[in-house]
């Protein structure tokens, strides 16, 4: 079942690509280009964009017309990667097996990077005059709250506040769900606003990507414990809970979001098939 998603993925990442590639060709003059260019092109899965895309065409045909909102969330997810490798917060040396932007460009660059990532994000999605304007302003609401002081950023803020033995289970779901979730659930939520679909639809499709995106994070930090490269300064599932009761929370988690697919009005194959993906994982 994974593999329907997969050839998904596969299939828009190529359209991603392009569209990605338009928009920075804009910019080629800029002193700034060369850093956009080495971040965005550092070997992202394109996950989020790619699950707007889907979030999308499980309610209406033409879900490419969505591009913009989806390359608007790879844009803020980049820039999030950019700065939580920095020395004040993550200090981390390298991303995706390549050099951090800011160990190539300057710490200096690399928070700027960061800033044009996310300022051109919203550029992108308001020159969008083709979809009902109270939908497009509420995909750009939905965004910007996802990705800022109660989504992403509030997220961020509470994993650089709280230390290991200051985690509790409240502060672990909150963290987790808010720095890595909110975009996830954000991506399948605006496809889903952008498709017109109904109010009812939209909820489950919010419990759906905050379960998945959950699921996500505790997933990631499960692969990085089996590997021993967890990082001590971070909380984490594994490290609270456990490696067993952690897989077993992320199955229940799983599980669950594909019961929402099941009560919702919508083409629901290609998102189970997303989460048959993410179960993999655990294989």
């Known amino acids: ?17 392009k569209e990605i590639d338009k928009i920075l060709s804009d910019y ?8 956009l260019t080495y971040a ?3 070997g992202g899965k394109r996950l989020r964009p790619t699950l707007l895309l889907a979030s999308y065409s499980s309610f209406k045909d033409n879900e490419d017309l969505s591009i913009p909102f989806a390359i608007a969330i790879e844009f803020i997810h980049t820039y999030s990667l ?15 097996g390549k050099p951090s932007l800011h160990k190539v460009f300057g710490e200096d ?20 005059n083709y ?8 995909a750009i609401q939905e965004i910007a709250e996802s990705s800022g002081i109660n989504g992403m950023v509030g997220g961020q803020v509470m994993d650089v ?24 659930k954000a991506s399948l939520k605006v496809g889903a606003i952008l498709a017109e679909t109904d109010e009812e639809n939209l909820k489950k499709i919010e419990n759906f990507g905050e379960k998945v995106g959950l699921s996500y994070q505790i997933l990631d930090d499960i692969e990085d414990s089996k590997k021993n490269e967890e990082d001590e300064n971070r909380v984490t599932y594994p490290k609270f809970y ?40 655990l294989s």
């Open 1 to 17: 079942m994974k593999e329907l998603f997969l050839s998904y993925l596969k299939e828009k990442n190529e359209i991603i690509e």
């Open 28 to 35: 080629k003059t800029s002193p700034i280009y060369p850093s």
């Open 40 to 42: 965005i092109k550092s």
């Open 82 to 96: 950019i700065h939580d490798d920095l020395p004040a917060i993550d200090n981390a040396d390298t991303r995706r």
């Open 109 to 128: 660059i690399a928070i700027l990077a960061g800033d044009a990532f996310l300022t051109l994000a919203f550029e992108i999605i308001s020159k969008v």
């Open 131 to 138: 979809f009902k304007e109270n939908l497009t302003l509420k």
């Open 161 to 184: 506040m709280t230390t290991p033995e200051e985690a509790n289970e409240e502060l672990l779901t909150y963290i987790h769900s808010k720095k890595t979730g909110s975009l996830i």
């Open 242 to 281: 456990g490696l067993e009761k952690s897989i077993t929370i992320c199955e229940n988690l799983l599980n669950e979001s594909l019961e929402i697919l099941e009560k919702i009005t919508l083409r629901n194959e290609l998102l189970k098939s997303f989460v048959c993906y993410l179960k993999s994982w």
